[in-house]
């Protein structure tokens, strides 16, 4: 910008000559504070200012008319260094100055003083005042701030860098002060001439320049944001007065811009300003369409200025509009095609000026206001072609070619000429050039039309506006129809057509149908003319007359077709299926008859008669409609809850393609209902307005847990709003229709078909198993065939279950579980399936060892138990069952915990493939133990019989023998011989033997024992069934089952005391004595001893005392040894801790095997040790069950409380 707010310069000129240049360019490098009035916030400007030297001429003009070109601040520079001369001379000069600017009523001022080094060579005294201070005292009174010394800025030293920095940092806020002052004042004045604005004489041009000025201000310090909102108050101001005189208040200056305009040059968008249209608005010689580029121009400069490019896009339409609005209200006189010229020269320009800020970041923004402005420029384009004849199918005339050459005249100059050198290729690019270009022949004009009106539908497009493409695309197929290209034309009304049938615009989507009918004719698409004519004729939407016309063109068109041919049409919106219903209630089998119903609804004006009807049946493959079946050849497991397996299926003549249980059927109707609802989320993905919007709900929350916001946010908006246009619909009306070829259908033949509803009766037979759905519905005319895809058909999809079921074996109980050692029965069922099985097949049944089975006919009870039986099956018809009983009986043998029994059962047949592993578990109903009790020298054999399940089971006659007889062994039973006992979950049975032992034998021989007992059921009443008696056995062995020591311990009080006291110290005597054996009487036997226990005459005792109630002193553990006698004795002292009958600490004796100790083997061959061995390690072995007998286990001493001194000793411990 030229023109520059004016600061003057007095006193020394000479000296500031020199320091102008570096003050010019210093001054706007930084930005400083500039503090607004009336509360307005502060801003950061940059200060750009014009030097002029100091004259009273230029102090009269009217400071409150004008700011630019004035002088706002005023500066006096010297560089007096002596005070004498100061007084003499520059004082005098300043006061001058000074009176000058007061008489004027002026108080920006500025005086600086430039001191050198050289001033204080002559003088070295410091002088008591300096000239700085003398003219602070003179002038400065209470701004001496205004008085600055400047310390020689040619220098490069720190001071004088820092004086030059000081410098222009007071220059700077005291400009701000003064622009702030002077702005102020302005405004002032300008609001008052805002005010006038009702009189007669006020003039809006007037006033626009004098806001416009304050624009340029702002535009000045860079606030571009303000000068913008001068310019759009401005818009708003001339808008409203316009909008007033609508009314009938007209202001006489608004009479100016009513005169007519002879020229409508387009926008200029450029950033300098018009110097010529600011002449004629100061004039008042401007017209409207020139004021309103002017001020246009101006508001999209700063916005360019501001990086806002998209917001000269979204003003520019409205701009367009609204300057055609006033043009009308004002009566503006414009020649023909002169506002359309204009309009497509200023939006080919604003989107030529958009282009050089074209960004991927900002491109969808931009889209979004051009696509309407090729839009209207395409508009206007079609305008001028068709006032200027250059449409297709016109000719010009010499009326209209002087209308393009008055059109081009008015044009103007080129504004982009200038930007070009004259040696370079012509331009053809800009506005102006394409325009005329486009207007120059009607080839040159259908090219430009063409290119705008693809830009127009792309843009509209990438922005997600179809329907807006859609009918730019109508008006192409119009000029399309015109020029005569059909085909292309048919494109643009089949992609309108199909925008119409999605949105279910009806009736505009028949007459875009009667457009492409006409389309189809002039190509001959024969095809695509009987389909469209069909339709136009099942098109409710329209006239009767209409109806039967097209109906009447498609009968006539069939005519051409070749004999031997059929077209393919599809049945939209001529023929309805409301759905197919199976009319067959039983069963499907193969070879069968099956009826079903189709209901259509035609919509053709007239009766047709078809030459057969029929439904396309598609197989459905196993995988998709059945359960997936598992080999029965694979081995199946049935618990004691049930025990079955299907059958495999036959690969001749019958086979499973479906159960016929209720569970599969259930599950294939299932299976069928998902097909239908996947068909359904087809249709919702292909018409985005069924698509449903997947909404979520967002809460945020603030720091003490409060809610502080709740938003609903679509999650697929991504998905809902991207493009459909070239991704297909659900309405496809150019689309090839494939019959489809199956060999199953269901067929009517002569067939009359008239308007309305219609119920036909398709039949067929069936030879193939499995499960088929309707696939298309075709309904077949001479030489004509209308076919309705599965996605068109009504109702619930039809499905036809053709079974062809294999026989199926079962193997499993009745009520109860199944127990072992008892008759259990069992349930044999054999499904027929789709066969008839004839009486006298035979099944084979093959049980494990142990498993035995028989028949359990009413008549055949006498039948005996085998491991392999045949079953003679009866007569059994399709899909039907039989039931066969049987009883099993699992042997139950040595039962030592509560795991089930385990059986194999094999099935064969003729009816199966296959043979058939079943395994059958069994629960033991009781089971046994056994345990060894010793009383001294005394043993004891005890069995405990457990009931595992709660049926009751009686025992009777228990028995403990020797399986092999040992000497000196007897067993005496110590239970009553005749006693029964009744074993269940919540009772078990306990026997009693007792083992007489001879010690005077050598060795421990093993005793094996067997257990035997009767058993037999009982019912719910606790009665005993009528079964026979089995006896039970369980063997066991005993071992290492003689005593070889004892235990003998007491507590005694220390001498002196009669009784154990709590916390005095007393004695535990142990004494262990091995019993007596012969074997071990003599050390010349000890080897054979050795040989049964090789340690038995070294044994380590343990002491375990339970430190709440005795304190062991001294060593607890020891190792005795007892080579030299049966006997020995050991000493401990101990100290109860508390009174009562305290349990004796209890002993316990271990093998001790000492590292040293090395035994021959018995073949005599001695063994290398090696340290770190197990042998040369000492160890402990612990001794069996019975060997050690203790006879103070269980024994209490009584012990006295402690005294009063004890315990307060016990306390302090």
């Known amino acids: 910008m030229k023109r520059r707010p004016i600061v003057t310069y007095a006193g020394d000129n000479a000296l500031f000559t020199g320091l102008q240049a570096g003050l010019v360019t210093a001054l706007p490098q930084e930005s400083v504070e500039w503090r607004r009035s009336y509360g307005r916030p502060s801003r950061c400007v940059h200060v750009e200012v014009d030097f002029v030297p100091f004259a009273e001429e230029c102090l009269v003009k009217d400071v409150t008319r004008t700011i630019l070109g004035q002088p706002i601040f005023h500066t006096y520079w010297t560089d007096c260094a002596d005070v004498e001369a100061y007084k003499s001379s520059t004082r005098d000069s300043l006061q001058a100055w000074v009176t000058s600017l007061r008489q004027q009523g002026i108080t920006d001022w500025m005086v600086v003083l430039l001191e050198t080094p050289d001033t204080r060579k002559g003088n070295k005294l410091i002088p008591r005042t300096t000239v700085l201070d003398k003219i602070k005292n003179d002038f400065g009174g209470k701004q001496a701030e205004r008085c600055v010394s400047l310390i020689d800025p040619l220098k490069t030293d720190s001071r004088s860098v820092e004086s030059w920095q000081t410098l222009l940092t007071k220059m700077r806020h005291l400009l701000m002060v003064a622009y702030n002052r002077a702005l102020n004042k302005f405004e002032e004045n300008m609001r008052a001439e805002r005010e006038r604005r009702t009189e007669k004489s006020w003039s809006f041009c007037s006033y626009f320049l004098l806001q416009e000025e304050l624009a340029q201000v702002f535009q000045l310090l860079a606030l571009h944001d303000e000068a913008l909102v001068q310019y759009d108050e401005l818009d708003a101001l001339f808008t409203q007065f316009v909008l007033n005189s609508a009314a009938g208040d007209t202001p006489q200056w608004l009479s100016n811009f009513s005169q007519a305009c002879e020229k409508w040059e387009g926008l200029h968008l450029t950033p300098d300003l018009d110097a010529v249209i600011q002449g004629k608005i100061r004039s008042k010689d401007v017209t409207l369409l020139e004021f309103r580029n002017y001020l246009f121009q101006r508001q999209c400069a700063l916005l360019f200025l501001q990086n806002k490019p998209w917001e000269v896009a979204s003003r520019a339409l409205t701009f367009l509009q609204n300057t055609l609005g006033e043009l009308s209200i004002l009566e503006v006189t414009v020649a023909p095609g002169g506002i359309a010229c204009w309009g497509v020269l200023s939006c080919l320009e604003v989107i030529d000026s958009l282009q050089t800020f074209k960004e991927p970041s900002t491109t969808d923004a931009h889209a979004h206001h051009t696509a309407p402005l090729w839009a209207y420029a395409r508009d206007k384009l079609q305008e001028l072609g068709s006032l200027c004849g250059l ?254 397996q299907p059958s495999t299926r036959k690969s001749q003549s019958s086979s499973m393609v479906h159960r016929s249980s209720s569970n599969s059927a259930e599950v294939e109707r299932k299976s069928l209902a998902n097909e239908a609802a996947a068909a359904e989320t087809e249709m919702a993905r292909l018409n985005p307005l069924t698509q449903p919007l997947h909404m979520s709900l967002h809460l945020e929350y603030k720091q003490d847990k409060s809610l502080s916001s709740a938003s609903i946010t679509c999650v697929n908006s991504h998905k809902v709003l991207r493009r459909r246009d070239s991704q297909g619909g659900m309405y496809k009306v150019d689309r090839n229709v494939a019959k489809e070829q199956h060999k199953d259908k269901l067929v009517a033949k002569e067939v009359v078909i008239a308007p309305g509803k219609n119920t036909i009766t398709l039949s067929t037979k069936v030879t193939s198993k499995g499960c088929y759905t309707a696939s298309q519905v075709v309904l077949a005319l001479e030489k004509l065939e209308f076919i309705c895809g599965k996605n068109h058909i009504a109702g619930p999809p039809l499905s036809l279950e053709v079974v062809s079921e294999n026989p ?406």
């Open 391 to 644: 449409m297709p199918g016109c000719e010009t005339s010499s009326s209209q070619l002087h209308t393009v050459i008055s059109l081009v005249c008015g044009m103007g100059n080129d504004p982009h000429a200038h930007d070009y050198h004259q040696d370079d290729a012509p331009v053809h690019d800009t506005p102006m050039t394409r325009l005329k270009d486009a207007l120059s022949s009607p080839q040159a004009y259908k090219k430009h039309y063409l290119d705008l009106s693809e830009v127009a539908i792309s843009t509209y497009k990438h922005i997600g506006r179809i329907r807006s493409a859609r009918l730019i695309g109508k008006e192409l197929a119009t000029f399309y129809m015109a020029q005569g290209e059909a085909q292309k034309a048919a494109t643009f009304l089949t992609d309108q057509l199909t925008m119409f049938l999605e949105e279910r615009w009806l009736l505009l989507a028949a007459h875009t149908q009667l457009h492409l009918s006409q389309c189809y004719l002039s190509t001959n698409d024969l095809e695509k003319y009987v389909k469209t004519c069909a339709q136009l004729a099942g098109s409710t939407h329209l006239g009767q007359e209409m109806r039967e016309e097209h109906f009447e063109k498609m009968k006539t068109a069939l005519k051409d077709v070749e004999e031997g041919s059929s077209l393919l049409i599809p049945c939209d919106r001529i023929f309805e299926v409301e759905g197919l219903r199976l009319v067959s209630e039983d069963r499907i089998i193969l070879e069968s008859d099956v009826l079903v119903e189709l209901s259509i609804i035609s919509k053709l004006p007239n009766t047709v008669m078809c030459n057969q009807v029929y439904v396309v049946l598609q197989h459905v493959k196993e995988e998709i409609g059945t359960l997936k079946t598992i080999p029965e050849l694979e081995r199946k497991s049935s618990s004691s809850s049930s025990a079955s």
């Open 808 to 1213: 199926r074996i079962f193997l499993g109980r009745r009520d109860r579980d199944l127990l072992a050692g008892l008759h259990q029965p069992m349930v044999l069922t054999v499904h027929s399936g789709s066969w008839h099985i004839k009486q006298g097949t035979a099944v084979k049944l093959r049980t494990s060892r142990g498993l035995l089975v028989k028949q359990d006919n009413e008549g055949h009870k006498e039948g005996q138990l085998e491991r392999e039986i045949e079953i003679l099956l009866p007569e059994v018809t399709p899909f039907s069952s039989v039931a066969v009983p049987l009883v099993v009986l699992a042997v139950l043998g040595p039962q030592r915990d509560a795991a089930t029994v385990e059986h194999t059962v094999n099935i064969s047949s003729s009816l199966i493939e296959q043979r058939l592993d079943i395994d059958v578990h069994f629960i033991p109903p009781f089971m046994s133990s056994h345990k060894l009790h010793t009383a001294n020298t005394s043993k004891f054999v005890q069995v405990t019989v457990t009931g595992l399940v709660g049926r009751g089971v009686e025992l009777s006659d228990p028995s403990l023998m020797l399986v092999e007889p040992v000497n000196h062994v007897e067993l005496k039973p110590l239970h009553p011989a005749s006693q029964s006992l009744v074993v269940c979950t919540e009772q078990s049975a306990s026997y009693m033997w007792s083992v007489e032992v001879d010690y005077e034998q050598e060795g421990t021989p093993s005793l094996k024992l067997e257990f035997k007992t009767n058993y037999r059921p009982l019912d719910d009443q606790g009665q005993p069934l009528q079964e026979e008696v089995r006896c039970y056995s369980c063997p066991f062995d005993l071992v290492d089952y003689k005593t070889l020591y004892t235990i003998r311990a007491r507590v005694e009080p220390s001498k002196g005391s009669e009784l154990c006291r709590a916390g005095n110290m007393c004695h535990l005597h142990i004494a262990l004595q091995q019993v007596a054996s012969p074997a071990c009487a003599s050390p010349e036997d000890a080897g054979d001893l050795a040989t049964q226990h090789p340690t038995a005459h070294s044994i380590m005792y343990e002491v375990l005392a339970d430190q709440t109630m005795w304190a062991v002193c001294g060593r607890t553990a020891g190792v005795l040894t007892l080579e030299g006698g049966l006997r020995q004795s050991v000493t401990l002292d101990v100290m109860p801790l508390t009174g009562g009958f305290l349990p004796l600490p209890s002993v316990r004796l271990s093998k001790y095997i000492p590292a040293d100790t090395k035994h021959a083997p018995r073949d005599g061959v001695r063994k290398l040790e090696y340290v770190g061995s197990a042998s040369s390690v000492p160890r402990l072995e612990p001794f069996s069950p019975g060997q050690v007998y203790n006879f103070s286990k269980a024994q209490q001493v009584h012990v006295l409380p402690a005294s009063n001194a004890a315990q307060s000793d016990l306390s302090l411990t």
